[in-house]
């Protein structure tokens, strides 16, 4: 069973159904317990880093990825559900850096990009042995954000570019997060989607 | 890695009907909103625009039944617009399945809604929907309401900038002069605004040849939205796209499945 972490509002019913096309069961939930148990976690997330953090701290969501990790389960962040696995970052900061949940090292930082934010389809530049990538290493996925992790972390890196490079994806164990939303990638991003559910 | 320009055909939605005027005013029935939204996926869209132009409260209940059916269905980003007022219809959208929404009126009356939208979603969220013509303002643009109708006694240019500054992801140009002509987008208009504004900017109103596409592109344009060009069958989305990538734009190849 995959659960997608509900922690606050937006559109989740996206990618209920996109993880639902894999045959798995889908369900979306603010239940600790259903999160640490299932055999998947899908951690999305919309708005600024640190109204995110306060929206999953409020479902004990970081516990919740720590303590999936201890104990070997794979969990998937998007978006912003990505940005909030670095240690800090600093949108809406006008002094210290907002604290994320930690499970890489690493600053969240505003993309130095003319225009504000990355929409749209972007190409990315794919690492070797890529899991969630294979078949799928030349397509492209659907970006909306202005801020980003710009330092290598993890196994496998993708990387893209919007004014500076930037972290697109990591695969990291049973730790994993894109940038882009693969539930609004069309096809391409079906594929992704596909290709981590059956590597659970 | 360059981000890719995005084509976005827009889909007039009244009780649950794909309606498309010229300049409004002549409607025409043009299919299903859901079955519009699946082909044109599989054409290569790269977003898709739905403007509820129902007048009542069933209406809009319907148009939130068919973004339900329409994000079950089709995975690319799915923009709502139409009779927002507040935060409050903002959330049952979103919670239907879209991604995005734009509003126009009600920030007009109202520009404070603008923060308490992105305040609350994010402005990634919110498109700032532009109903605009040439005038004897400050810039030459005012702004216009019902449907261009009307002077909305506001210069464009001041509005899109104050926007800008309550916290909109997005502007989306309607040039209310070239809506529904087919004689090309309002490229003086689409310039100007590019030139005060630094989120993405939609421009609409006017496509009709191949090469006006690429004419709001070169005025810094970062996507093009159409309707009746794509709807009564005038060109393909994928002859658009076809073209644009022969001339060297960044287009997204529509992938296959």
Known sequence: ?200 | MTLSVRIIPCLDVTDGRVVKGVNFTDLVDAGDPVEMAAVYNTEGADELTFLDISASVAGRETTLDVVRRTAEQVFIPLTVGGGIRSVEDVDRLLRAGADKVSINTSALERPQLIAEIADRFGSQVLVLSVDARRARTESGFEVTTHGGRRSAGVDALAWVEQACAFGVGEILLNSMDADGTRAGYDIGMITAVRAVSKVPLIASGGAGSLEDFSAALDAGADALLAASVFHFGVHRIRDVKSYLGKHNYPVRAAAVG
């Open chain 1, 1 to 200: 069973m995959i659960a997608i972490l509900d922690y606050g509002s937006g559109n989740l019913r996206s990618a209920e159904r996109a993880f639902a096309i894999t045959g798995k069961e889908v369900v979306v939930t603010s239940d600790p317990t259903v999160a640490l148990e299932a055999e998947g976690l899908v951690v999305p997330g919309v708005g600024a880093f640190a109204a995110c953090m306060n929206g999953l701290n409020s479902v004990h969501g970081a516990a919740i990825v720590q303590e999936r990790l201890a104990k070997e389960r794979p969990t998937l962040g998007i978006c912003v559900g990505m940005q909030i696995m670095f240690s800090h970052g600093t949108e809406h900061s006008d002094t210290a850096p907002h604290t994320g949940v930690g499970v890489w090292d690493g600053i969240v930082s505003q993309l130095g990009a003319p225009i504000l934010p990355h929409m749209g389809w972007n190409t990315v530049e794919v690492g070797s042995d890529s899991v969630l990538f294979k078949g799928i290493e030349g397509e492209s996925f659907y970006f909306v954000h202005s801020f980003a992790a710009k330092n290598a972390v993890g196994k496998m890196q993708a990387w893209s570019t919007h004014g500076e490079r930037f972290l697109a994806a990591v695969e990291d164990g049973y730790m994993s997060a894109t940038q882009f939303h693969p539930e609004k990638s069309g096809a391409a991003g079906l594929a992704l989607i596909k290709n981590w559910v059956w590597s659970l």
